[in-house]
Nanobody, 123 residues
Framework: QVQLVESGGGLVQAGGSLRLSCAASLRAFSSAAMGWFRQAPGKECEFVAAINSSGYGRYYADSVKGRFTISRDNAKKTVDLRMNSLKPEDTAQYYC????????????????WGQGTQVTVSS
């Protein structure tokens, strides 16, 4: 059974930073593409960032480009999302996702999901 467990969420002031981490119990983690999505209250879940299996391909939503950095450690089976210059509009539940298919930016591209971690940015 695949488990993705997110951590690192919390309350931060605007302009601050947080680092989210996702630990995966995925046997073939080094072959999996990983993504981060988020959902704010009353809004649809949206793509944030993704990284391919090698780690050399990284993709970002326009809204976070230049502020967020996705990275992975295949030996530790973790994927991190470093978030800088946080804004109140970044407030959301953040989800880690995994797929054995090519990396993508749509919810349907991913087969495994974590339970999420809350990020709240105060103004």
């Amino acid at each position: 059974q695949v488990q993705l467990v997110e951590s690192g969420g919390g309350l931060v002031q605007a302009g601050g930073s947080l680092r989210l981490s996702c630990a995966a119990s995925l046997r073939a983690f080094s072959s999996a593409a990983m993504g981060w999505f988020r959902q704010a209250p009353g809004k649809e879940c949206e793509f944030v960032a993704a990284i391919n299996s090698s780690g050399y391909g990284r993709y970002y939503a326009d809204s976070v480009k230049g502020r967020f950095t996705i990275s992975r450690d295949n030996a530790k089976k973790t994927v991190d999302l470093r978030m800088n210059s946080l804004k109140p509009e970044d407030t959301a539940q953040y989800y880690c996702a995994a797929t054995m298919r090519p990396v993508g930016s749509s919810l349907g591209d991913y087969d495994y999901w974590g339970q999420g971690t809350q990020v709240t940015v105060s103004s």
